[in-house]
């Protein structure tokens, strides 16, 4: 039993790796046909060379079959030989990229080794064999065997001949296998010449096939998929990037030869010279667009050009909407009617900015593919909880005659038309094209999300958009005696690195105006505790030419003064009225961003 433990732990682990293997798709080359014909026919050999154990134990009472299977043993020997020379062959010839699939030298070397199987097989059929066995030992021997022997001695000389003449054309792991296949097949020759009923040679191949699993080119197809689709897509953003490339190369080109001619030109009417400056100015515009939008294309690529989440006044964003159409309509002589859903929550968040960008994207890549006379931009407005689906359409005149549009690509082209898919994707904007009765609708549906916690569209725009500026050269004395909306002050002025300078009372108040620093401005709560020092603040007293003037004679200069007013309170109609600056409490970002804005840039 001990003799074939070998065997059958090799058979074990060859049957596992072919369920393994065979589990898997591969790439169908022609190294993977040559290692699936060995893996296979190598369970096979195991199974044939346990089967002579039992069949030459009993060869008196089964002496036809144990013929048949030492045999079969012996032409498994020259099968899997045949193959692993004709895998020397492929790995040692092959050169980078040649067609291994369509060469004439690797057919003729398949077809010399099947044509050397089958006779050399034919051979050890005829040739006699013996067999010993004395109850504990058995092994086959005699003229059948010496040939297959010297047979393996020759072909691997013929190994070795071809890897040292080869060398620099086989990769060292795909050398490694058929190196330690013939210093293995060397030990195991020289063991099985003293100790002849030691069976190594199937085990030995188990070995090998072990390793060029792990060393043969055998690259998962499911892998290989997913690379070759990212190269298509890659591919085709190169070329996308070459074709938009060469578009604001030609634009340019024809703008500024335009250009040129129109300032070196004579003219000798007025409608000679208005023609050619509308002409003029259609370049230039076309010119800007192609330049914003290579702008934004290379914003969105280089991944620095997130998603942001605002607040936002939905009739404000219509309405920049409708102001941003308009110029671009008259620019480009097209007339633009608009019917928007006006069944909208007034505020909701999202962001705003590429709303409109994206919107913009989409006229432009119309108005580059299309010859477009009259453009209707629809809003459909869906709630869904707490998600308002917005379905912006524009729709045109079906010009082309197209019908169902199933490849946009083959359909929409330009620099604009990048930009338009860049902006879709980031957002995750649904972007479809119907021809709906003669016409051709665009539609862009985008998800933003309801405020229902805000009941005041201004109040809904306090996290909005703030592009702050640098005022590290500007003082601001904040006068107010609650400490926790003072904090709030500080945090929401900090990104502009303005000097802040706090007051709490009356008396810390004029003590900072009588003191030797410069105040820029004095941002003044209207509720003070001791509102009595505050008389300037009376509702009764605004107006006054010699209240409004106390700050400056008690700083003894002119500070921007701007008072921070509680919502109701009676003063708000008077600083209306004298046109005083104030802030609607409760604070925010925007409101103070404005005041700064105002009196600082």
Same mark, same amino acid.
């Given at each position: 039993?001990?003799?074939?433990?070998?065997?059958?732990?090799?058979?074990?682990?060859?049957?596992?790796?072919?369920?393994?293997?065979?589990m898997?798709?591969?790439?169908?080359?022609?190294?993977?046909?040559?290692?699936?014909?060995?893996?296979?026919?190598?369970?096979?050999?195991?199974l044939?060379?346990?089967?002579?154990?039992?069949?030459?134990?009993?060869?008196?009472?089964?002496?036809? /079959?144990? =013929?048949?299977?030492?045999?079969? $043993? +012996?032409?498994?020997?020259?099968?899997? #030989?045949? &193959?692993?020379?004709? *895998?020397?062959?492929v790995?040692?010839f092959?050169?980078?990229?040649?067609?291994?699939?369509?060469?004439k030298?690797?057919?003729?070397?398949k077809?010399?080794?099947i044509?050397?199987?089958?006779?050399l097989?034919?051979?050890?059929?005829?040739?006699?064999?013996?067999?010993?066995?004395?109850?504990?030992?058995?092994?086959?021997y005699?003229?059948?065997?010496?040939?297959?022997?010297?047979?393996?001695?020759?072909?691997?000389?013929?190994?070795?001949?071809?890897?040292?003449?080869k060398?620099?054309?086989?990769?060292?792991?795909?050398?490694?296998?058929?190196?330690?296949?013939?210093?293995?097949?060397?030990?195991?020759?020289? /063991?099985? =010449?003293?100790?002849?009923?030691? $069976? +190594?040679?199937?085990?030995?191949?188990? #070995?090998? &096939?072990?390793?060029? *699993?792990?060393?043969?080119?055998?690259?998962?197809?499911?892998l290989?998929?997913?690379l070759?689709?990212?190269?298509?897509?890659?591919?085709?953003?190169?070329?996308?990037?070459?074709?938009?490339?060469n578009?604001?190369?030609?634009?340019?080109?024809a703008s500024?030869?335009?250009?040129?001619?129109?300032?070196?030109?004579?003219?000798?009417?007025?409608?000679?010279?208005?023609?050619?400056?509308?002409?003029?100015?259609?370049?230039?515009?076309?010119?800007?667009?192609?330049?914003?939008?290579?702008?934004?294309?290379?914003?969105?690529?280089?991944?620095?050009?997130?998603?942001?989440?605002?607040?936002?006044d939905?009739?404000?964003?219509?309405?920049?909407?409708?102001e941003?159409?308009?110029i671009?309509?008259?620019?480009?002589?097209?007339?633009?009617?608009?019917?928007?859903?006006?069944?909208?929550?007034?505020?909701?968040?999202?962001?705003?900015?590429?709303?409109?960008?994206?919107l913009?994207?989409?006229?432009?890549?119309?108005?580059?593919n299309?010859?477009?006379?009259?453009?209707?931009?629809?809003?459909?407005?869906?709630?869904?909880?707490?998600?308002?689906?917005?379905?912006?359409?524009?729709?045109?005149?079906?010009?082309?005659?197209?019908?169902?549009?199933?490849?946009?690509?083959?359909?929409?082209s330009?620099?604009?038309?990048?930009?338009?898919?860049?902006?879709?994707?980031?957002?995750?904007?649904?972007?479809?094209?119907?021809?709906?009765?003669?016409?051709?609708?665009?539609?862009?549906?985008?998800?933003?999300?309801?405020?229902?916690?805000?009941?005041?569209?201004?109040?809904?725009?306090s996290?909005?958009?703030?592009?702050?500026f640098?005022?590290?050269?500007k003082?601001?004395?904040?006068?107010?005696?609650?400490?926790?909306k003072?904090?709030?002050?500080i945090?929401?002025?900090?990104?502009?690195?303005?000097?802040?300078?706090?007051?709490?009372?009356?008396t810390?108040?004029?003590?900072?105006?009588?003191?030797?620093?410069?105040?820029?401005?004095?941002?003044?709560?209207?509720?003070?505790?001791?509102s009595?020092?505050?008389?300037?603040?009376?509702?009764?007293?605004?107006?006054?030419?010699?209240?409004?003037?106390?700050?400056?004679?008690?700083?003894?200069?002119?500070?921007?003064?701007?008072?921070?007013?509680?919502?109701?309170?009676?003063?708000?109609?008077?600083?209306?009225?004298?046109?005083?600056?104030?802030?609607?409490?409760?604070?925010?970002?925007n409101?103070?961003?404005?005041?700064?804005?105002?009196?600082?840039?």
């Amino acid at each position: 039993m001990s003799l074939i433990l070998l065997q059958i732990t090799s058979l074990v682990y060859v049957v596992l790796l072919n369920i393994f293997y065979f589990m898997k798709e591969h790439i169908s080359n022609l190294e993977n046909r040559i290692f699936k014909c060995l893996l296979v026919s190598n369970v096979f050999g195991l199974l044939i060379e346990l089967g002579c154990f039992y069949t030459v134990l009993h060869m008196d009472k089964i002496p036809i /079959i144990n =013929m048949v299977v030492t045999k079969a $043993l +012996l032409i498994y020997y020259l099968l899997f #030989l045949m &193959i692993y020379t004709y *895998y020397v062959f492929v790995v040692a010839f092959n050169e980078k990229n040649s067609d291994l699939e369509n060469s004439k030298f690797f057919y003729t070397v398949k077809c010399v080794c099947i044509v050397l199987f089958f006779v050399l097989s034919a051979i050890e059929i005829f040739l006699p064999m013996e067999y010993y066995n004395d109850g504990t030992y058995v092994y086959s021997y005699g003229v059948s065997v010496r040939f297959l022997q010297t047979v393996l001695i020759i072909v691997m000389n013929i190994w070795l001949i071809i890897i040292v003449w080869k060398i620099k054309n086989i990769s060292m792991k795909q050398y490694l296998p058929i190196f330690i296949f013939l210093i293995l097949a060397g030990i195991g020759g020289a /063991i099985q =010449m003293k100790y002849p009923y030691m $069976l +190594l040679t199937t085990p030995i191949e188990t #070995l090998v &096939i072990f390793l060029m *699993y792990f060393t043969i080119e055998n690259p998962d197809v499911k892998l290989i998929k997913e690379l070759t689709t990212t190269n298509d897509l890659l591919e085709r953003e190169k070329d996308a990037t070459v074709n938009s490339m060469n578009n604001l190369s030609s634009s340019i080109d024809a703008s500024l030869t335009k250009l040129l001619q129109f300032g070196n030109k004579h003219y000798n009417s007025d409608e000679e010279f208005i023609k050619d400056k509308e002409e003029v100015q259609k370049y230039s515009v076309n010119l800007v667009n192609e330049i914003k939008s290579s702008i934004e294309l290379s914003k969105i690529e280089s991944g620095k050009y997130p998603l942001k989440n605002y607040k936002y006044d939905t009739k404000e964003l219509f309405e920049e909407i409708r102001e941003l159409f308009d110029i671009k309509a008259t620019n480009d002589k097209v007339k633009i009617t608009y019917d928007f859903d006006n069944n909208i929550h007034p505020v909701l968040s999202g962001d705003d900015e590429k709303i409109k960008e994206t919107l913009i994207s989409l006229y432009s890549t119309i108005m580059a593919n299309f010859e477009v006379k009259d453009i209707l931009l629809k809003l459909d407005v869906y709630e869904l909880g707490v998600v308002s689906r917005l379905r912006f359409s524009m729709i045109i005149d079906n010009t082309k005659g197209l019908d169902k549009i199933e490849d946009y690509d083959k359909v929409l082209s330009g620099l604009e038309y990048n930009v338009l898919k860049k902006l879709v994707e980031l957002q995750k904007i649904k972007f479809t094209i119907n021809n709906v009765d003669g016409k051709l609708e665009f539609c862009l549906t985008i998800n933003q999300r309801i405020e229902k916690d805000y009941q005041e569209v201004e109040a809904s725009i306090s996290n909005k958009r703030v592009e702050y500026f640098d005022l590290s050269s500007k003082n601001i004395l904040l006068v107010d005696d609650n400490k926790d909306k003072i904090n709030n002050l500080i945090l929401l002025l900090e990104p502009y690195h303005i000097n802040i300078t706090v007051a709490y009372d009356y008396t810390e108040f004029t003590n900072l105006l009588y003191g030797d620093n410069h105040y820029d401005m004095v941002l003044l709560d209207d509720m003070m505790p001791d509102s009595s020092e505050f008389y300037w603040l009376d509702a009764n007293l605004i107006g006054n030419p010699d209240i409004s003037n106390k700050i400056k004679r008690m700083a003894g200069y002119s500070p921007n003064v701007v008072v921070m007013l509680t919502s109701g309170n009676e003063l708000e109609s008077k600083y209306k009225t004298y046109k005083l600056d104030y802030i609607m409490k409760p604070m925010d970002s925007n409101k103070l961003h404005n005041i700064l804005k105002k009196y600082f840039k």
